[in-house]
């Protein structure tokens, strides 16, 4: 028996990145929950095959095909339906030394990390404080926001920065009922960790470094987002909720 405040069944939940790692498991989530879920991402057959596969389950869920980094986000919401959540799970990874970076990295990893989900997030709460509607947004950010690591200075920035922004926006958004947070996953076997974590010693290294002692799975993910943008969490906002297994707790 679920409890009512933690229900999300009826919401209309939009997830970006929503075709692999944790978009893809919190899309999943959401609809056997009872949530109708946008699933925005690249137009792919990853994409095309989770909704496919969420319908056969007699879920709602359609795909929303965009690039975030090259349309409007005007013209992104223009067909979609009125929304009760927005979750941010797109990103981008460039690990490498500080002295190998490149502006090319530094423009790719900001643009999808903080330009789209800010200016996104920007389009949606417009939408909301013209309907008078409340709403939740949620970034899933990273525990590399709150500590650092060797050659990952340019995703930590990219992550630092949101927990910035939702700490504004939750200030200028509140009176509109608009909540917004951030969500810390630890390191996750995703297709974004894996070549990383393929080494055995950086794998024994990370997973040491963890007090729960072992790494994220896309699922672990799932209660947290529900409780930030169900009714169970209607106080909470400008929060940053770390799920990551005790590292920061160091």
């Known amino acids: 028996m679920v409890h009512?405040?933690?229900?999300?069944?009826?919401?209309?939940?939009?997830i970006t990145g929503a075709s692999r790692g944790i978009g893809?498991?919190?899309?999943?989530?959401?609809?056997?929950?009872?949530?109708t879920v946008l699933?925005?991402?690249?137009?792919?057959?990853?994409?095309?095959s989770l909704i496919e596969s969420l319908h056969a389950q007699g879920h709602q869920a359609h795909a929303v095909p965009a690039d975030l980094t090259t349309l409007s986000y005007a013209e992104i919401l223009e067909d979609l339906p009125a929304?009760?959540?927005v979750i941010h799970a797109a990103g981008l990874a460039r690990h490498r030394p500080f002295g190998e970076m490149t502006r090319d990295d530094y423009a790719a990893v900001m643009a999808l990390n903080v330009e789209a989900p800010m200016f996104l997030t920007q389009a949606i709460s417009?939408?909301?404080?013209s309907t008078n509607t409340p709403g939740s947004v949620?970034?899933?950010?990273?525990?590399?926001a709150h500590v650092g690591a060797s050659e990952r200075a340019l995703y930590c920035g990219s992550k630092a920065a949101l927990?910035?922004?939702?700490?504004?926006?939750?200030?200028?958004?509140?009176?509109?009922?608009i909540r917004v947070n951030t969500l810390c996953p630890t390191f996750t076997l995703t297709e974004m960790t894996a070549s990383a974590l393929a080494d055995p010693a950086f794998k024994a290294a990370v997973i040491g470094r963890i007090p729960l002692?072992?790494?994220g799975e896309p699922s672990d993910y799932l209660g947290a987002c529900v409780l930030l943008t169900s009714p169970a969490g209607q106080m909470i906002t400008g929060s940053s909720l770390r799920v990551d297994g005790g590292w920061t707790a160091q």
């Open 163 to 177: 927990e910035g922004i939702t700490r504004g926006l939750a200030i200028e958004l509140a009176p509109h009922g």
């Open 213 to 215: 002692g072992r790494l």
């Open 138 to 144: 949620v970034f899933i950010s990273s525990q590399l």
């Open 83 to 85: 929304l009760n959540a």
């Open 4 to 14: 009512p405040l933690l229900s999300v069944a009826g919401h209309t939940v939009l």
């Open 24 to 35: 893809r498991a919190l899309a999943i989530g959401y609809a056997e929950a009872g949530a």
């Open 126 to 129: 417009q939408r909301w404080i």
């Open 39 to 48: 699933c925005l991402a690249r137009p792919s057959e990853a994409l095309f």
